[in-house]
């Protein structure tokens, strides 16, 4: 069935360093979305890509959309301790747009 | 609240017990999703609403999983003869614009199947 990969599931860096989670699906997506989740918390939406190659920024985190619309990453510079947490990357399912498939995310620390 | 509100945040029940599980969406969001998420885990997506109907049921694991939305509101998961393995977090979301858009949370019902 359609998957979406997500490497690596564990990072842990120092604070101050670049971070990078990659997400691969195994279908052509029409879109991309990214959630984090805090420990201990519930998955809040951080930003939806939706054209081939497109890039978008929030502050320190950079985010692209494959050409191909079958990849994506999640790029974040000089990682603060606020940015502990998981990533996850989803995307609709071919059949039903309103089923998200997500990854199993990657888990990020960071050491002060 | 302004957010989506789940009850109860916390149900241990044993094995073979029927359990309720609630959730109160955004208010004017039309779509409502429940997902399932084991430890280290992804969201697992398990059924999806449009208004009072079920759009997409395809997640649901087997019949002893069933969801309601009589009034395009709030939403009921059902849980059958529960079994061991049905322990997880369940998610409910909301979002205005079905089938895409961004998916508002709420905080989860963790429930633990002795």
């Known amino acids: 069935g359609q998957q979406v990969m997500q490497i690596p599931q564990y990072q842990h860096v120092q604070e101050g360093e670049d971070f990078t989670t990659y997400c691969n699906s195994s279908?052509?997506?029409?879109?991309i979305q990214w959630y984090k989740q805090r420990p201990g918390g519930h998955p809040v939406f951080l930003i939806q890509?939706?054209?081939?190659?497109e890039v978008k920024k929030q502050k320190r985190l950079t985010f692209q959309f494959g050409e191909a619309k079958k990849n994506s990453s999640l790029h974040i510079t000089a990682t603060q301790t606020t940015d502990v947490g998981t990533y996850f990357c989803?995307?609709?399912?071919?059949?039903?747009?309103?089923?998200?498939?997500f990854g199993k995310g990657t888990k990020l620390s960071v050491k002060p | 609240g302004a957010g989506v509100s789940q009850t109860p945040s916390n149900k241990v029940t044993e094995k073979g017990k029927y359990v309720e599980l609630r959730c109160d969406p955004i208010?004017?969001?039309?779509?409502l999703y429940w997902y399932r998420q084991s430890l280290g885990q992804g969201p697992e997506f398990l059924i999806y609403?449009?208004?009072?109907?079920?759009?997409?049921d395809s997640g649901l694991p087997n019949d002893r999983f069933f969801a309601v939305r009589p009034e395009g509101s709030v939403s009921t998961l059902k849980i059958q003869r529960t079994e061991r393995g049905d322990s997880a977090v369940y998610l409910c979301?909301?979002?205005?614009?079905?089938?895409?858009?961004?998916?508002?949370f709420g905080e989860g019902s963790r429930l633990t199947v002795l």
């Open positions: 979301a909301s979002s205005l614009i079905p089938q895409t858009g961004e998916l508002f």
């Open positions: 279908t052509t997506l029409s879109n």
């Open positions: 890509l939706v054209k081939s190659g």
């Open positions: 989803a995307g609709p399912s071919r059949g039903s747009q309103g089923n998200l498939i």
């Open positions: 208010s004017g969001h039309t779509a």
């Open positions: 609403f449009q208004g009072t109907g079920a759009a997409d």
